[in-house]
C-alpha cells in the first residue's frame, strides 16, 4: 500500500513539474510635452484650414504607446506550451483608454507553441506589417515610418490566425491571415473588417539583418484594395488604425527592410511599395500609388545613451507630391524600467503635399492637423518613458 501511495505522490508530483504555468502583468506609460509649428487653423467656406500656428501640449505616447496588459503560459509538457496575451493602449495624460477597439485594442490572443514547430495564434494582434518596427531607428514612435503613410504602417486586425516559425540557420518565417466575418469573402460592408493578412521572412546573423514582407488590407465595404473609408470599421479615421481613405487604409504592401550592426552603431533603413486597386473618381491630391523609404543611424553612445538620426520620404501620384521628415533624437535610461527621451523633427512638402509629423487623416478640412499644402511642420517633444 505504502509502495501505491509513494508511486502516487511520484507522478502528481511529476504532473505538476510538467504543467506549471505563470501570468504576468506588465505596462508602460509614456508621457511628454511638445511643440509644434505649422498646425492649421481657422475653417474657411469650403471646411479647409485658412491659416497656420503653433501649438504648446502635453502629450502621451510620443515615443511609445502608454499600455497595460497581461500574458501567461502554461508548461504541458513535451515542448508544448498555451499562451494567452491581452493589451489595451491608454492616453497616460488623461486615463482615458481605447476607443472602438475595445478594452485590449492591442493583443487579445490565445494559442499553443512547440520548441519545434513554433507558434500558432488565434485572436486579435497588431496587424503585421507593424513588422516594420524592427528596422525603424525610431521604432514607430508618433514621428517616423507611419507619419507619411498615415498610420498604414501600425493598425490592429481582429479575426486572426497567426504562425511564427523557430528560427532554422538564421531565418524564420511569421504569417498572419484575419478573415473578414462576411457572407463574401473579402467583406461585403456587413462587417466591421475586410480579409487582411500578410508574411515575412527574416535572416539574422550577426552582422546583419534583413526582412521581406507583403501584406494586403482589405475595404469591408467592398472587398476592394482601395475605396472610401467605411464608417462600420472602427469609428475615427486616422492614426492608430488603418481606417485612412483609398491607399492610406485599403491596399497592398511590399516591404524590404535590412539592419546592419557595427558595434555602437545600427544602420536601418527600409524601401515600401504601398499600392491599392479599383479606386475611381479621386480626389485631387489622393493617390493610389506610395513609395515610401527610410534611412537612419543609432548611435549607442553609452550603455545608457542613444542619439538617432533618420530621414523619411514619401511620393505619391495622382497629384499628392512628395514629403520628407528630417529628424533627429535620442534617448538615455535613468533605469533598467524607465528612460528620458527627446526627439526634435521636420516634414518638408512638396507644393501640392500636405503630410504633417503625426499619422494624420488624408486632407486638408480643418481639424486633420495637417500643415497647409505645400508647407512646413516642426516639432519636438521631451518626455519619461517608465516599464514595469
Known sequence: MKKVLLAASLLTFGMAAQAQSSVTLYGRLDAGLEYMTGVPTGVGANGQATGSSHR????????GTSLWGMKGVEDIGGGNKVLFQLQGSFNTMNGTGPGGGGLFNRWATVGMSNDRFGTLLLG???FISNGVWDFDPFG???WSSASLVRGRNWPQSSNNISYQSPKIAGFDFYGQYALSNATNWNGNGSTVQGR????????TNSLFQIRGLYDEIRNPS????GGAYNALNGGTVGANNANGNGVYGYSREYTAAVNVFLGQFKIQGAYQAIRSS??????????????HEWGGVTWQATPA???????????GNNGAGNATIYTVGGSYNLSKRTLLDIQVATTQNSKTANYGLNANNFGDAAGTDNPLPGHSQTGVYAGIQHSF
Open 56 to 63: 504648446f501640449k502635453a502629450e502621451s505616447g510620443d515615443w
Open 124 to 126: 486579435r494582434e497588431l
Open 140 to 142: 514607430q514612435s508618433s
Open 196 to 203: 487582411e493578412g500578410g508574411a515575412q521572412i527574416t535572416y
Open 222 to 225: 467592398n472587398g476592394q484594395l
Open 278 to 291: 479599383g479606386m475611381t473618381n479621386l480626389a485631387p491630391g489622393q493617390p493610389s500609388s506610395l513609395d
Open 305 to 315: 545613451a542613444a542619439l538617432i538620426a533618420a530621414v523619411y520620404h514619401v511620393n
